[in-house]
T-cell receptor, first 112, second 114 residues
Framework: GEDVEQSLFLSVREGDSSVINCTYTDSSSTYLYWYKQEPGAGLQLLTYIFSNMDMKQDQRLTVLLNKKDKHLSLRIADTQTGDSAIYFCAESIGGGSYIPTFGRGTSLIVHP | DAGVIQSPRHEVTEMGQEVTLRCKPISGHDYLFWYRQTMMRGLELLIYFNNNVPIDDSGMPEDRFSAKMPNASFSTLKIQPSEPRDSAVYFC????????????FGQGTRLTVV
């Protein structure tokens, strides 16, 4: 199976909260990331969390990490139409190389 | 800095032709990555360089693909001969030393092989 798994689609109404989930397999992950890809553009690093943290908040974004279950989530509060994009979860292991492994991406669709 | 710059943005070519994709990384970044994105396989790492030296090319699909980095400010990904199944969006990314997960991506080259 894949190292990083995400559901492919999420549809929410404008103003609601969005929660995008991700599971990973390597318990020695050092960093976990969320990237955003808008239509026709490259990936952009949105936020990240160290593996020794449980939560990180940055304005409308909240990242939760459950190391026991190897589960990472991204919550977007007050979702706007401009948040419509593909969101990629990624992990890197460390030990000299921090090359990230990406999930397949979750397409977030925000409708009025 | 203008970010990672890729050219061309779009490329349409006929099967069997040679295709060259170009990338200018962010100045001062030691790592450069080439990724391929398709609906079927998602985002795949093809090859990466550290200080202009190829480190891991295990993701390169076959010998038709080659990548070079002659200096710190330029890299190419070449496909010769191209095939329809090579149609994809190819991304170049760069990152500062060691923290390769903090990568900056270019806007990509959409390649269509007919």
């Amino acid at each position: 199976g894949e190292d990083v798994e995400q559901s492919l689609f999420l549809s929410v109404r404008e103003g609601d909260s969005s929660v995008i989930n991700c599971t990973y397999t390597d318990s020695s992950s050092t960093y976990l990331y969320w990237y955003k890809q808008e239509p026709g553009a490259g990936l952009q690093l949105l936020t990240y969390i160290f593996s020794n943290m449980d939560m990180k908040q940055d304005q409308r974004l909240t990242v939760l990490l459950n190391k026991k279950d190897k589960h990472l989530s991204l919550r977007i509060a007050d979702t706007q139409t401009g948040d419509s994009a593909i969101y990629f979860c990624a992990e890197s292991i460390g030990g000299g190389s921090y090359i990230p492994t990406f999930g397949r991406g979750t397409s977030l669709i925000v409708h009025p | 800095d203008a970010g990672v710059i890729q050219s061309p943005r779009h490329e349409v070519t006929e099967m069997g032709q040679e295709v060259t994709l170009r990338c200018k990384p962010i100045s001062g970044h030691d790592y450069l990555f080439w990724y391929r994105q398709t609906m079927m396989r998602g985002l795949e790492l093809l090859i990466y360089f550290n200080n202009n030296v190829p480190i891991d090319d295990s993701g390169m699909p076959e010998d038709r693909f080659s990548a070079k980095m002659p200096n710190a400010s330029f890299s190419t990904l070449k496909i010769q001969p191209s095939e329809p199944r090579d149609s994809a969006v190819y991304f170049c990314a760069s990152s500062p030393s060691r923290y390769q997960g903090f990568a900056f991506f270019g806007q990509g080259t959409r390649l269509t092989v007919v």
